[in-house]
Protein backbone atom coordinates (compact mmCIF):
# COMPACT_ATOMS: atom_id res chain seq x y z
CA UNK A 1 0.00 0.00 0.00
CA UNK A 2 1.17 3.61 -1.07
CA UNK A 3 2.49 6.08 1.90
CA UNK A 4 0.30 8.49 0.02
CA UNK A 5 -3.22 8.27 1.10
CA UNK A 6 -4.06 10.03 -2.09
CA UNK A 7 -2.80 6.95 -4.27
CA UNK A 8 -5.23 5.18 -2.97
CA UNK A 9 -8.14 6.55 -4.47
CA UNK A 10 -9.57 5.48 -7.82
CA UNK A 11 -11.11 7.52 -10.47
CA UNK A 12 -13.79 6.24 -12.20
CA UNK A 13 -14.79 7.63 -15.80
CA UNK A 14 -18.21 7.11 -16.84
CA UNK A 15 -18.31 7.98 -20.48
CA UNK A 16 -19.92 6.04 -23.57
CA UNK A 17 -17.74 7.78 -25.71
CA UNK A 18 -15.35 5.09 -26.40
CA UNK A 19 -12.37 7.39 -27.51
CA UNK A 20 -12.34 9.24 -24.10
CA UNK A 21 -10.51 5.90 -22.36
CA UNK A 22 -7.15 6.02 -24.57
CA UNK A 23 -7.45 10.08 -24.52
CA UNK A 24 -7.26 10.23 -20.53
CA UNK A 25 -4.67 7.66 -20.45
CA UNK A 26 -2.12 10.07 -23.19
CA UNK A 27 -2.84 13.22 -21.22
CA UNK A 28 -2.42 11.83 -18.19
CA UNK A 29 0.39 9.14 -18.30
CA UNK A 30 2.61 10.34 -16.36
CA UNK A 31 0.54 10.47 -12.97
CA UNK A 32 -0.42 7.51 -14.38
CA UNK A 33 3.12 6.21 -14.92
CA UNK A 34 3.73 8.03 -11.10
CA UNK A 35 0.86 6.24 -9.32
CA UNK A 36 -0.48 9.26 -8.37
CA UNK A 37 -3.90 8.61 -10.38
CA UNK A 38 -5.43 5.25 -10.65
CA UNK A 39 -8.34 5.41 -13.48
CA UNK A 40 -11.11 3.02 -13.75
CA UNK A 41 -13.39 2.93 -16.89
CA UNK A 42 -17.24 2.23 -17.19
CA UNK A 43 -19.71 3.22 -20.58
CA UNK A 44 -22.76 3.95 -18.29
CA UNK A 45 -24.15 3.84 -15.54
CA UNK A 46 -25.01 0.54 -14.77
CA UNK A 47 -21.36 -0.49 -15.40
CA UNK A 48 -20.49 2.09 -13.21
CA UNK A 49 -22.62 0.53 -10.41
CA UNK A 50 -20.75 -2.74 -11.31
CA UNK A 51 -17.11 -1.22 -10.77
CA UNK A 52 -18.05 0.47 -7.65
CA UNK A 53 -18.61 -3.21 -6.24
CA UNK A 54 -15.31 -4.14 -7.91
CA UNK A 55 -13.50 -1.27 -6.91
CA UNK A 56 -14.19 -0.08 -3.51
CA UNK A 57 -11.33 2.32 -3.74
CA UNK A 58 -12.91 4.32 -5.99
CA UNK A 59 -13.58 8.07 -4.25
CA UNK A 60 -13.91 10.12 -7.52
CA UNK A 61 -16.57 9.23 -10.30
CA UNK A 62 -16.23 11.77 -13.50
CA UNK A 63 -19.65 11.15 -15.00
CA UNK A 64 -21.24 12.31 -18.34
CA UNK A 65 -24.99 13.02 -18.19
CA UNK A 66 -26.24 11.77 -21.08
CA UNK A 67 -25.90 8.14 -22.01
CA UNK A 68 -27.10 4.56 -22.78
CA UNK A 69 -28.47 2.54 -20.54
CA UNK A 70 -28.29 4.55 -17.04
CA UNK A 71 -27.85 8.26 -17.85
CA UNK A 72 -25.35 10.58 -15.40
CA UNK A 73 -28.68 11.75 -13.75
CA UNK A 74 -30.12 8.55 -12.77
CA UNK A 75 -26.61 7.56 -11.32
CA UNK A 76 -26.44 10.15 -8.83
CA UNK A 77 -29.54 9.49 -7.78
CA UNK A 78 -27.82 5.87 -7.01
CA UNK A 79 -25.02 7.09 -5.61
CA UNK A 80 -27.37 9.03 -3.37
CA UNK A 81 -28.93 5.98 -1.56
CA UNK A 82 -25.13 4.68 -1.03
CA UNK A 83 -24.84 7.75 1.87
CA UNK A 84 -21.14 7.59 1.11
CA UNK A 85 -20.06 10.98 2.15
CA UNK A 86 -16.10 10.39 0.62
CA UNK A 87 -17.16 9.85 -2.60
CA UNK A 88 -17.50 12.45 -4.68
CA UNK A 89 -19.11 12.52 -8.53
CA UNK A 90 -17.93 15.79 -10.99
CA UNK A 91 -19.91 15.86 -13.90
CA UNK A 92 -18.47 16.14 -17.72
CA UNK A 93 -20.50 17.52 -19.76
CA UNK A 94 -21.38 20.19 -22.94
CA UNK A 95 -21.38 23.73 -21.77
CA UNK A 96 -24.81 23.77 -23.76
CA UNK A 97 -26.26 21.36 -21.36
CA UNK A 98 -26.46 23.94 -18.26
CA UNK A 99 -30.01 22.79 -17.51
CA UNK A 100 -28.81 19.37 -16.55
CA UNK A 101 -25.72 20.25 -15.12
CA UNK A 102 -27.94 22.40 -12.79
CA UNK A 103 -29.78 19.43 -12.03
CA UNK A 104 -26.58 17.34 -11.47
CA UNK A 105 -25.64 19.72 -8.65
CA UNK A 106 -29.12 20.12 -6.69
CA UNK A 107 -28.73 16.09 -6.81
CA UNK A 108 -25.45 16.04 -5.48
CA UNK A 109 -22.62 16.35 -7.74
CA UNK A 110 -19.22 17.71 -6.03
CA UNK A 111 -18.24 19.87 -9.22
CA UNK A 112 -18.72 19.89 -12.49
CA UNK A 113 -15.75 20.27 -16.09
CA UNK A 114 -17.47 21.34 -19.37
CA UNK A 115 -16.82 19.89 -22.82
CA UNK A 116 -14.88 20.49 -24.86
CA UNK A 117 -12.33 18.97 -21.93
CA UNK A 118 -9.78 21.20 -21.01
CA UNK A 119 -7.02 18.50 -18.78
CA UNK A 120 -5.46 21.14 -17.07
CA UNK A 121 -8.67 22.25 -15.85
CA UNK A 122 -9.54 18.31 -15.24
CA UNK A 123 -6.49 18.36 -13.00
CA UNK A 124 -7.15 20.96 -10.73
CA UNK A 125 -10.61 19.72 -10.60
CA UNK A 126 -9.73 16.20 -10.07
CA UNK A 127 -6.64 17.15 -7.19
CA UNK A 128 -9.10 19.54 -5.49
CA UNK A 129 -11.89 16.51 -5.25
CA UNK A 130 -8.94 14.41 -4.10
CA UNK A 131 -7.90 16.67 -0.95
CA UNK A 132 -11.86 16.60 -0.17
CA UNK A 133 -12.10 13.56 -0.27
CA UNK A 134 -8.96 12.81 1.85
CA UNK A 135 -9.88 15.18 4.65
CA UNK A 136 -13.68 13.45 4.73
CA UNK A 137 -11.94 10.03 5.37
CA UNK A 138 -9.56 11.79 8.09
CA UNK A 139 -12.78 13.28 9.82
CA UNK A 140 -14.00 9.92 9.26
CA UNK A 141 -11.52 7.93 11.17
CA UNK A 142 -10.87 10.16 13.82
CA UNK A 143 -14.68 10.24 14.31
CA UNK A 144 -14.22 6.21 14.53
CA UNK A 145 -11.27 6.19 17.03
CA UNK A 146 -12.96 9.20 19.52
CA UNK A 147 -16.31 6.26 19.29
CA UNK A 148 -13.29 3.20 19.99
CA UNK A 149 -12.05 5.59 23.13
CA UNK A 150 -15.38 6.09 24.11
CA UNK A 151 -16.62 2.41 23.86
CA UNK A 152 -13.12 1.72 26.14
CA UNK A 153 -14.01 4.51 28.61
CA UNK A 154 -17.42 2.70 29.00
CA UNK A 155 -16.04 -0.65 29.99
CA UNK A 156 -13.52 1.85 31.79
CA UNK A 157 -16.11 2.34 34.18
CA UNK A 158 -18.43 -0.37 33.98
CA UNK A 159 -15.21 -2.23 35.45
CA UNK A 160 -14.16 0.66 37.69
CA UNK A 161 -17.36 0.36 39.28
CA UNK A 162 -17.37 -3.70 39.54
CA UNK A 163 -14.87 -3.57 41.85
CA UNK A 164 -16.43 -0.92 44.45
CA UNK A 165 -18.69 -2.33 46.85
CA UNK A 166 -22.54 -1.38 45.64
CA UNK A 167 -24.84 -3.93 46.99
CA UNK A 168 -26.80 -2.68 50.44
CA UNK A 169 -26.65 -3.42 52.99
CA UNK A 170 -23.21 -5.38 52.38
CA UNK A 171 -23.75 -7.72 56.03
CA UNK A 172 -27.59 -8.61 55.58
CA UNK A 173 -26.92 -10.78 58.85
CA UNK A 174 -25.15 -7.88 61.00
CA UNK A 175 -26.89 -5.98 63.63
CA UNK A 176 -24.25 -4.07 65.24
CA UNK A 177 -23.59 -1.79 61.81
CA UNK A 178 -24.86 0.06 58.72
CA UNK A 179 -22.48 0.83 56.10
CA UNK A 180 -23.60 3.27 52.80
CA UNK A 181 -21.62 4.50 50.13
CA UNK A 182 -21.82 6.28 46.78
CA UNK A 183 -18.90 7.59 44.01
CA UNK A 184 -19.95 9.44 41.43
CA UNK A 185 -17.23 10.21 38.58
CA UNK A 186 -16.79 13.23 37.12
CA UNK A 187 -15.57 11.79 33.94
CA UNK A 188 -16.18 8.53 32.75
CA UNK A 189 -13.98 7.38 35.06
CA UNK A 190 -12.72 8.38 38.04
CA UNK A 191 -9.75 8.62 40.82
CA UNK A 192 -11.76 8.46 44.05
CA UNK A 193 -12.46 5.14 45.74
CA UNK A 194 -13.99 3.81 48.49
CA UNK A 195 -14.04 0.27 49.87
CA UNK A 196 -14.85 -1.77 53.03
CA UNK A 197 -14.18 -5.53 54.07
CA UNK A 198 -14.58 -7.82 57.54
CA UNK A 199 -11.27 -8.37 59.03
CA UNK A 200 -12.84 -10.65 61.30
CA UNK A 201 -16.14 -10.98 63.01
CA UNK A 202 -15.34 -8.35 65.58
CA UNK A 203 -13.17 -5.96 63.14
CA UNK A 204 -14.81 -3.40 59.77
CA UNK A 205 -12.32 -1.95 57.69
CA UNK A 206 -12.94 1.11 55.72
CA UNK A 207 -11.30 3.22 53.61
CA UNK A 208 -12.09 6.52 51.45
CA UNK A 209 -9.11 7.67 49.03
CA UNK A 210 -8.69 10.61 46.25
CA UNK A 211 -5.97 10.36 43.53
CA UNK A 212 -4.45 13.12 42.22
CA UNK A 213 -5.63 14.02 38.33
CA UNK A 214 -8.72 12.96 36.75
CA UNK A 215 -9.33 10.15 33.73
CA UNK A 216 -8.02 7.30 32.83
CA UNK A 217 -4.42 7.63 34.37
CA UNK A 218 -6.43 8.27 37.96
CA UNK A 219 -8.50 5.49 37.31
CA UNK A 220 -5.21 3.37 37.47
CA UNK A 221 -3.93 5.01 40.25
CA UNK A 222 -6.82 4.41 41.78
CA UNK A 223 -7.74 0.88 41.31
CA UNK A 224 -3.93 -0.10 42.09
CA UNK A 225 -4.43 1.83 45.60
CA UNK A 226 -8.14 0.49 46.82
CA UNK A 227 -6.49 -3.24 45.54
CA UNK A 228 -3.26 -2.77 47.95
CA UNK A 229 -4.96 -1.25 50.61
CA UNK A 230 -7.62 -3.57 50.83
CA UNK A 231 -4.85 -6.50 50.33
CA UNK A 232 -2.57 -5.18 52.98
CA UNK A 233 -6.03 -4.39 55.86
CA UNK A 234 -7.38 -8.02 55.26
CA UNK A 235 -3.96 -9.04 57.44
CA UNK A 236 -5.51 -7.34 60.73
CA UNK A 237 -2.19 -5.23 60.75
CA UNK A 238 -2.31 -1.67 62.65
CA UNK A 239 -3.77 0.87 60.36
CA UNK A 240 -0.54 3.03 60.78
CA UNK A 241 1.55 -0.11 59.79
CA UNK A 242 -1.02 -0.56 57.03
CA UNK A 243 -0.62 2.71 55.44
CA UNK A 244 3.51 2.59 55.64
CA UNK A 245 3.32 -0.71 53.50
CA UNK A 246 1.04 0.44 50.91
CA UNK A 247 2.89 3.99 50.45
CA UNK A 248 5.93 2.29 50.47
CA UNK A 249 4.53 0.18 47.42
CA UNK A 250 2.76 3.46 45.68
CA UNK A 251 6.09 5.04 46.28
CA UNK A 252 7.41 2.32 43.64
CA UNK A 253 4.86 2.21 41.46
CA UNK A 254 3.85 5.74 40.91
CA UNK A 255 4.12 7.52 37.67
CA UNK A 256 3.66 11.72 36.19
CA UNK A 257 4.31 12.49 40.20
CA UNK A 258 0.33 10.97 41.08
CA UNK A 259 -0.51 10.58 44.56
CA UNK A 260 -3.61 9.55 46.74
CA UNK A 261 -5.14 11.00 49.90
CA UNK A 262 -6.40 8.23 51.84
CA UNK A 263 -8.38 7.87 55.64
CA UNK A 264 -8.75 4.72 56.45
CA UNK A 265 -9.80 2.97 59.55
CA UNK A 266 -10.77 -0.42 62.07
CA UNK A 267 -14.15 -0.16 63.60
CA UNK A 268 -13.83 -2.77 66.40
CA UNK A 269 -17.89 -3.79 66.59
CA UNK A 270 -17.96 -4.96 70.18
CA UNK A 271 -16.55 -1.50 71.62
CA UNK A 272 -17.21 1.09 69.14
CA UNK A 273 -13.33 2.62 68.46
CA UNK A 274 -11.86 2.86 65.56
CA UNK A 275 -8.52 2.98 64.91
CA UNK A 276 -7.16 5.38 62.08
CA UNK A 277 -4.99 7.09 59.87
CA UNK A 278 -5.37 10.37 57.81
CA UNK A 279 -2.85 10.77 55.07
CA UNK A 280 -3.50 13.94 53.36
CA UNK A 281 -7.76 13.47 53.45
CA UNK A 282 -10.95 15.39 54.16
CA UNK A 283 -11.40 14.45 58.10
CA UNK A 284 -14.62 13.02 58.51
CA UNK A 285 -17.92 13.90 61.07
CA UNK A 286 -19.20 11.84 63.28
CA UNK A 287 -22.91 12.97 64.21
CA UNK A 288 -23.25 11.95 67.92
CA UNK A 289 -26.30 12.86 70.63
CA UNK A 290 -23.88 15.83 71.98
CA UNK A 291 -23.91 17.33 68.39
CA UNK A 292 -21.44 17.57 65.45
CA UNK A 293 -17.72 16.37 65.36
CA UNK A 294 -14.84 16.67 62.88
CA UNK A 295 -12.70 13.64 63.51
CA UNK A 296 -8.74 14.89 64.47
CA UNK A 297 -6.24 14.67 61.98
CA UNK A 298 -3.41 12.67 62.52
CA UNK A 299 -0.53 14.27 60.46
CA UNK A 300 -0.31 11.68 58.15
CA UNK A 301 1.10 12.93 54.61
CA UNK A 302 -0.49 11.89 51.08
CA UNK A 303 0.29 8.59 50.08
CA UNK A 304 2.80 8.10 47.04
CA UNK A 305 5.26 11.08 47.02
CA UNK A 306 7.47 10.16 50.48
CA UNK A 307 9.33 6.66 50.24
CA UNK A 308 9.51 5.28 54.05
CA UNK A 309 7.07 7.96 55.58
CA UNK A 310 5.75 7.06 59.08
CA UNK A 311 2.01 6.83 59.58
CA UNK A 312 0.43 7.75 63.02
CA UNK A 313 -2.55 6.56 63.84
CA UNK A 314 -5.56 8.11 66.43
CA UNK A 315 -8.49 6.52 68.47
CA UNK A 316 -11.62 7.75 68.49
CA UNK A 317 -14.67 5.83 70.18
CA UNK A 318 -18.29 6.13 68.44
CA UNK A 319 -21.18 5.05 70.95
CA UNK A 320 -24.18 3.73 69.62
CA UNK A 321 -26.48 5.55 67.64
CA UNK A 322 -23.64 7.68 66.67
CA UNK A 323 -22.64 7.51 62.39
CA UNK A 324 -19.33 8.13 61.01
CA UNK A 325 -19.27 10.21 57.88
CA UNK A 326 -16.39 10.48 55.37
CA UNK A 327 -16.45 12.36 51.90
CA UNK A 328 -14.03 13.54 49.16
CA UNK A 329 -13.04 17.02 48.26
CA UNK A 330 -15.88 16.86 45.37
CA UNK A 331 -18.18 17.80 48.14
CA UNK A 332 -17.01 20.85 49.84
CA UNK A 333 -15.17 21.99 46.37
CA UNK A 334 -18.29 21.92 44.58
CA UNK A 335 -19.08 25.44 43.19
CA UNK A 336 -21.93 27.19 42.20
CA UNK A 337 -22.88 29.57 39.26
CA UNK A 338 -20.85 32.59 40.90
CA UNK A 339 -17.83 30.24 41.90
CA UNK A 340 -18.55 29.80 45.40
CA UNK A 341 -17.50 26.84 46.59
CA UNK A 342 -20.36 24.14 48.82
CA UNK A 343 -17.56 24.53 51.52
CA UNK A 344 -17.40 22.52 54.77
CA UNK A 345 -19.75 25.19 56.79
CA UNK A 346 -22.49 24.33 54.63
CA UNK A 347 -21.95 20.78 55.13
CA UNK A 348 -22.19 20.75 58.37
CA UNK A 349 -25.03 22.90 58.52
CA UNK A 350 -26.74 19.62 56.60
CA UNK A 351 -25.30 17.22 58.77
CA UNK A 352 -26.14 18.99 62.01
CA UNK A 353 -29.92 17.40 62.45
CA UNK A 354 -29.21 14.14 61.13
CA UNK A 355 -28.43 12.42 64.15
CA UNK A 356 -30.09 9.11 63.61
CA UNK A 357 -31.17 9.18 60.42
CA UNK A 358 -30.34 6.06 58.03
CA UNK A 359 -27.05 6.07 56.57
CA UNK A 360 -28.51 6.06 52.68
CA UNK A 361 -30.92 8.76 53.39
CA UNK A 362 -27.81 10.78 54.98
CA UNK A 363 -25.83 10.33 51.73
CA UNK A 364 -27.88 10.48 49.37
CA UNK A 365 -28.80 13.86 51.55
CA UNK A 366 -25.61 15.49 51.04
CA UNK A 367 -25.04 14.34 47.14
CA UNK A 368 -28.69 15.88 46.44
CA UNK A 369 -27.33 19.47 48.35
CA UNK A 370 -24.55 19.33 46.44
CA UNK A 371 -26.04 19.31 43.21
CA UNK A 372 -29.04 21.55 43.76
CA UNK A 373 -26.47 23.95 45.21
CA UNK A 374 -24.24 23.47 41.83
CA UNK A 375 -26.95 23.05 39.39
CA UNK A 376 -25.99 24.55 35.85
CA UNK A 377 -22.55 24.23 36.81
CA UNK A 378 -20.59 20.84 34.83
CA UNK A 379 -19.05 18.75 37.93
CA UNK A 380 -15.63 19.40 38.37
CA UNK A 381 -14.62 16.37 40.72
CA UNK A 382 -15.53 12.94 41.31
CA UNK A 383 -17.86 13.13 44.46
CA UNK A 384 -17.58 10.36 46.68
CA UNK A 385 -19.16 9.57 49.97
CA UNK A 386 -19.07 6.79 53.08
CA UNK A 387 -21.21 6.40 56.32
CA UNK A 388 -21.14 3.80 58.75
CA UNK A 389 -24.18 4.09 61.47
CA UNK A 390 -23.04 2.53 64.47
CA UNK A 391 -25.47 0.53 66.57
CA UNK A 392 -23.44 -0.96 69.38
CA UNK A 393 -23.46 -4.63 70.60
CA UNK A 394 -26.83 -6.21 70.03
Given at each position: ?8 I ?6 D???L ?14 G???F ?18 I ?9 P???GL ?6 K?L ?22 M??G ?6 K ?5 D ?6 K ?8 R ?15 L???RE????I ?16 F ?8 V ?5 D ?6 D ?6 G ?7 P???F????R ?9 G ?7 N????L ?7 S ?11 L ?26 P ?17 K ?33 E ?7 G?P ?15 S ?7 D????A ?7
Amino acid sequence: MSDNPLQNIKILVVDDEIDLEPLIRQKFRRQIRDGVYHFVFALNGLEALAKLIEFPEIGIILSDINMPEMDGLTLLSKLKELKNPSLKTVIVSAYGDMENIRIAMNRGAFDFVTKPVNFEDLEITINKTLEEILQIRRSQEEHDQLISIQQDLNTAREIQQAILPKNFPPFPGRQDFDIFATMTAAKEVGGDFYDFFMINDDQLGFVIGDVSGKGVPAAIFMAVSRTLIRATGHKGIPTGECMNYVNNLLCNESVSSMFVTVFYGILTLSTGEIEYVNGGHNPPYVIGSGGLVKVPMTGGPILGCLEDTNYDSKRITLAPGDTFILFTDGITEAFDKEDKPYGEARLEQFLAGKYGRPVEEVVRGIAASVTEFSAGVPQSDDITLLAIHYHGKQ
